[in-house]
């Protein structure tokens, strides 16, 4: 199995060391537009591998994606991150250019590949690989509700005093401020959460998991890799393992949730073809609301990509 990962900043770096040091597959291809930057990185996960004991073998390119040509797995986190009081979607007029232009590449040379887009604002980022690729919605997929949940489940277990190993949990919509968790869809080791916190504290949590971006960019001034880096490097193996995890999905909702023709973060199983199902959850009329809040955020995204 062969993985390409696009742009070798702070998270694509993180993903490729991530699929390396785990073993997910046996090369890593890493691109980078800036001379050098790449291939050092590359370099340095290698040089890793006789310490920390792994096979893989991590490669880096600047701008060569013939050495990308026939990839299974392309992750694109190419594009500049959010600096202190900007949003995510302040990246659109930059960020679009550069995943059209890493896109028209990486399918000439892996059409046969799963997209994983990373780059910010995430959902249109995914619509703007979409588009581009041409390729079913089941291989055009955005990163995100891993993440999201991730950050979750995290405080979760810190206000519970549990190890955050037992706490599952789902979240919808768009990678924003407006992204839904689900306390009805979260559970402590089998145990719905809302019988172990109190209503307050789980609010307070959800509060602070839809700003969970921001509250890192505040205090390093760029935003998060590790976790981003992680959560994608488990997309990929979801897929090359054929594993049928079910996890939160950016992709293209085709009348699921009442929803047509907007990218948004939905509960799918991932497996070797992407996305094998979109599950659909029964939502109660809040949660439908806060569904559709997202989706109006995201579609005016949408729309100035469109305008473009
Ligand atoms: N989806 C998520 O949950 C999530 C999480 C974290 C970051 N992000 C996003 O991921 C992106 C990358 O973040 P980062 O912290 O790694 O940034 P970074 O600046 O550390 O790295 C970005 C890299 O992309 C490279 N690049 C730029 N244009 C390129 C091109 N045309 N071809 C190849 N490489 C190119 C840059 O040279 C740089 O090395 C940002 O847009 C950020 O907002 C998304
Ligand atoms: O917050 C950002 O700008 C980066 C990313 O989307 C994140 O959630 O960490």
Redesign the pocket.
């Known amino acids: 199995m062969k993985v390409t990962v ?9 993903c490729a060391d991530v699929l390396a040091y785990r073993e997910i597959v046996n090369e890593v291809v890493l ?4 001379e050098g ?2 291939e050092g990185k590359a370099l340095d996960i290698f040089q890793k591998s006789p310490i920390t004991c792994y096979d893989t073998r991590t490669v880096g390119v600047t ?1 060569d994606y013939a050495r990308t040509k026939d990839s299974d797995v392309v992750v694109i ?6 600096k202190p009081g900007m949003s ?1 979607d302040d ?1 659109i007029e930059t ?1 679009a ?2 995943v059209k ?2 896109t028209e590449n990486v399918v000439k040379y892996s059409p046969n590949a799963i997209i994983i ?6 959902d249109v ?1 995914t619509y703007q690989a979409h588009l581009t690729s041409g390729f079913p919605r089941n291989r055009v997929l ?3 509700g891993i ?2 949940t991730a950050r979750y489940r995290a405080f979760l277990a810190e206000a519970l005093e549990v190890s955050p190993k037992e706490i599952q949990a789902m979240l919808l919509g768009g ?1 924003g401020d407006t992204m839904v968790p689900l306390p009805r869809y979260t559970t402590v080791g089998g145990i719905p959460v809302t019988e172990l916190i109190d209503a307050d504290k789980l609010n307070a949590i959800i509060e602070r998991t839809k700003v969970g ?1 921001g509250e890192l960019v505040k205090l390093m001034g ?4 590790y ?3 992680a ?2 490097a488990q997309m990929v193996e979801a897929i090359v393992k054929d594993q049928r995890r079910v996890v939160p999905v950016c992709i293209k909702l085709e009348g699921e949730y009442g929803i047509d023709d907007c990218y948004l973060g939905v509960p799918v199983v991932l497996g070797k073809n992407g996305v094998e199902k979109v599950i659909e959850l029964k939502l109660n009329s809040e949660e439908m609301a806060l569904m559709q809040e997202s989706r109006k955020h995201v579609r005016e995204v949408m729309e100035v990509l469109e305008k473009k």
């Open positions: 696009v742009g070798a900043g702070n998270v694509g770096a993180t691109v980078d537009i800036k930057v790449a701008n986190t190419s594009g500049i991150p959010r995510r990246l960020n250019g550069i232009m890493v887009i990373v780059s910010n604002p995430l980022m955005g990163m995100a993440l999201d990678h971006g760029t935003s998060a890799w976790a981003p880096g959560a994608a």
